[in-house]
């Protein structure tokens, strides 16, 4: 009995790191997409409307930006200082607005990876912090619905609470790998699935140490946590924009 659980813990820890990380995608798109309406329908300034919603999140663009800055610096990749604002970049695919950069030299594909995906390890962990050290997000689970609605109470009453949700909602909008992030880490996701797949046909299912399987585990379930918390945040924030939505459909027709 003891086996199947712990076998079966982190197949469920990386379940749910990819449930909540898709719905991530899915509410950050949302948001930055309702925003971007709701800035046109009243502004009618594609300019204007950037640079309002750049300022809205710049607590998490500056993150973003440090964090790959930072990381190439501590892999030893040259890299030039963060630069932070609104700017047009033309690709192949045409013209892509971007709220900061990082510029990094050649490096190997493994390096190259974790400065694209830094930003979100890192946002993770903020959003974690905030919750479980500010918020106390971790005291909602484990005593029951009773328990849970007494932490939700609360959590109410957390000094600044307002500004610590905000925090979240920033950095959860600007964490995610841009186009450009994702790049180079494509190629490494293939090249280690495939090998991943072959070993398996190959050397059969292998016989991972427990050690190996908790650490996995726990950092599959610090990640959801984050996840998670970013996703209740965000859905108060879209309830806001929606309900912004409404009146904009009511005051400002078409």
Do not use: C
């Amino acid at each position: 009995m003891t086996s199947e659980s712990t076998a079966a813990s982190p197949w469920l820890a990386l379940a749910t790191l990819v449930v909540t990380l898709l719905l991530l995608l899915w509410v950050t798109r949302w948001i930055t997409r309702r925003l971007h309406f709701l800035g046109m329908r009243w502004l009618n300034d594609p300019g204007v409307v950037l640079w309002l919603y750049f300022a809205l999140i710049l607590p998490g663009v500056i993150l973003h930006e440090l964090s790959h800055w930072l990381t190439a610096w501590l892999l030893g990749v040259p890299a030039s200082l963060p630069k932070i604002g609104p700017a047009q970049r033309k690709s192949g695919r045409g013209s892509t607005v971007s709220l900061g950069s990082v510029q990094t030299a050649k490096a190997d594909p493994l390096r190259y990876s974790l400065i694209g995906l830094a930003p979100l390890l890192t946002g993770a962990t903020v959003i974690f912090l905030i919750g479980t050290r500010i918020l106390g997000v971790n005291e909602l689970t484990g005593h029951g619905l009773a328990g849970f609605w007494a932490g939700l109470g609360d959590l109410l009453l957390v000094p600044d609470i307002l500004l610590s949700l905000y925090r979240i909602f920033a950095v959860s909008n600007a964490m995610l790998p841009s186009e450009s992030d994702m790049q180079p880490v494509r190629p490494v996701l293939i090249f280690l699935g495939i090998v991943a797949v072959v070993a398996v046909i190959v050397v059969g299912l292998p016989n991972v140490p427990p050690a190996i399987i908790t650490g996995v585990s726990a950092f599959a379930a610090y990640l959801a946590s984050a996840f998670a918390l970013t996703l209740a945040v965000d859905a108060a924030f879209m309830l806001v924009i929606g309900l912004l939505s409404l009146l904009t459909d009511a005051f400002k027709p078409y």
